[in-house]
C-alpha cells in the first residue's frame, strides 16, 4: 500500500515523545512573609494559607512556638527551619537543642538565613564562614538534618581578579555532604546574576528555593531595596518559566514563596503568587 504524505506526517508525529507541561505540584511558603499578622491570628492565617493552596511551610526559630500548635492544626506540612544567625558564632550552645527539637518536630532542613552586614568581608570573612558552616552541617547531620545557607545579594560581589564572586567562594570551601544552598532567585538578580546561571552552576546543591520577584535595578551588593521593588512571584523582571526548569534540573526538592516586602496585607500577595503558580506550566 502506497503511503501519502499526510498518513506519513502522521506516522513521523507519533513516533516523537510528546513533552507535557509540567507543573510545580507542591510549594510552600516562607512564614517570615507573614510576620506583621501571622502572631496575632496564627490558625487562622494559616488556614487561609492552605486555602489559597500552599502545602509546605518554612518556620522561623524566633517566633516558631507562637505559631507550632497552629501549624499542626493544618495540612501545611513544616520542611525547614530557619535559626537565628547567633546559634552559629556566638550562641553556641542553643544549637544542638535547636537541632535536636526541629529533628523531633519533623523538619528536614534547618537554615542559616542572614550575615548582618557589619560581619562581613571579602574573601577571608567567607572562608571563616564556610568553615563555620562546615562544623555546623556536621552537627546538623549528626541530628538527622540538612544545613542549608541562605544567599542574599552581597554575596554575589565579584571578587577582584578571579573572575569568581563570594558565593562561588562560599560553595568552594564548603562540603557538599554537609551545606547546601537555599537559593533566593530575587537577591541574585539585584546583585546581577540572573538566577538560571546559578542554578546551573550548582547542580545538585539547591535543595530548597525561594521563589520571589522584584522589579528592574542596576545591580547592587547590599538589602537596600525599596519597598516598592519587592514582587509577588508572577510579576516583575524574572521569568519563573526557564528558572522552574533550571531548578528542576538542578535537582531542587522544595519551593517557598517569599515576599520581604507587600503593599498591604501579606495573606493577598502570597495569594496572588499562588495563584500564578497553581496555572503555571514550564
Avoid at 138 to 151: D, P, V
Wanted: proline share 6%; hydrophobic share 40%; aromatic share 8%.
Amino acid at each position: 500500500m502506497q503511503m501519502t504524505r499526510r498518513s506519513l506526517l502522521a506516522t513521523s508525529a507519533a513516533l516523537v515523545p510528546t513533552l507535557e507541561a509540567k507543573k510545580l505540584k507542591t510549594f510552600g511558603a516562607q512564614l517570615y512573609t507573614l510576620r506583621s499578622i501571622i502572631d496575632q491570628k496564627p490558625l487562622e492565617t494559616l488556614q487561609a494559607l492552605e486555602a489559597q493552596g500552599y502545602t509546605e511551610a518554612e518556620v522561623i526559630r524566633g517566633n516558631m512556638s507562637k505559631v507550632w500548635d497552629s501549624l499542626k492544626q493544618t495540612k501545611l506540612k513544616p520542611i525547614s527551619l530557619h535559626i537565628d544567625t547567633s546559634y552559629f558564632f556566638k550562641d553556641i550552645d542553643k544549637l544542638n537543642p535547636t537541632l535536636d527539637d526541629a529533628k523531633a518536630k519533623g523538619i528536614k532542613y534547618v537554615v542559616c538565613p542572614y550575615i548582618a552586614p557589619a560581619d562581613r568581608g571579602g574573601v577571608e570573612v567567607i572562608k571563616k564562614l564556610a568553615d563555620t558552616l562546615n562544623k555546623t552541617g556536621e552537627r546538623a547531620k549528626s541530628a538527622g538534618l540538612m544545613l542549608c545557607y541562605h544567599n542574599h545579594a552581597f554575596e554575589f560581589e565579584p571578587v577582584a581578579g578571579t573572575g569568581d564572586r563570594l558565593i562561588d567562594v562560599l560553595m568552594k570551601n564548603t562540603d557538599p555532604k554537609l551545606v547546601g544552598l537555599e537559593f533566593d532567585i530575587m537577591w541574585s538578580q539585584v546583585g546581577g546574576v540572573p538566577p538560571v546561571e546559578v542554578f546551573e552552576k550548582y547542580n545538585g546543591r539547591i535543595p530548597l528555593v525561594h521563589l520571589k520577584n522584584v522589579t528592574k535595578m542596576a545591580p547592587q551588593y547590599n538589602e537596600r531595596v525599596p519597598r516598592e521593588a519587592f514582587q509577588s512571584v508572577g510579576t516583575g523582571v524574572i521569568d519563573m518559566v526557564p528558572v522552574l526548569k533550571a531548578a528542576a534540573a538542578a535537582g531542587a526538592k522544595h519551593y517557598f514563596v517569599e515576599q520581604d516586602q507587600t503593599p498591604g496585607n501579606p495573606l493577598d500577595s502570597l495569594k496572588q503568587s499562588a495563584d500564578y503558580l497553581k496555572k503555571l506550566t514550564y
